[in-house]
């Protein structure tokens, strides 16, 4: 059986791990962690409403994906990085933020197989 951990953190503060049976659930829990801290970071981003950026998270992109997927947009840089063959790294760089200096969100995703 496969397990999902995710991981959370940002350069402030580690937000946690969670385990899911599903890639789906745990692609949705990055998704959503992702889109509210950017949202929290940057007054108005909207990056995470779009369609395309909502296929990112989902298990049918994830059976396509080989290596790096990198996005650039106006309120910074996202991408998706496969580390190895059972870990995936998230990484949400706003460019737009004047109070913190170097702020980002990554999140992991490590396939476990249990017996």
Do not use: W
């Not at 950017?38 to 995470?48: L, R």
């Not at 779009?50 to 998270?57: A, G, K, L, P, Q």
């Not at 994830?62 to 290596?67: A, E, M, T, V």
């Not at 702020?103 to 490590?110: D, G, K």
């Amino acid at each position: 059986m496969n397990i999902y951990l995710t991981s959370i953190s940002t350069n402030h503060c580690e937000l946690g791990n969670r385990t899911y049976k599903s890639l789906d659930s745990s692609l949705k829990h990055i998704y959503n962690n992702l889109k509210a801290l950017s949202s929290e970071y940057i007054c108005d981003c909207a990056f995470f409403d779009r369609e395309y950026v909502r296929e990112y998270f989902t298990e049918e992109f994830f059976s396509k994906f080989n290596g790096r997927m990198n996005c650039k947009f106006a309120y910074g840089e996202f991408y998706i990085e496969k580390i190895n063959d059972t870990k995936y790294q998230f990484v949400f760089a706003p460019l737009l933020i004047t109070d913190v200096q170097n702020t980002f969100i990554v999140c992991e995703l490590e396939i476990l197989e249990l017996l």
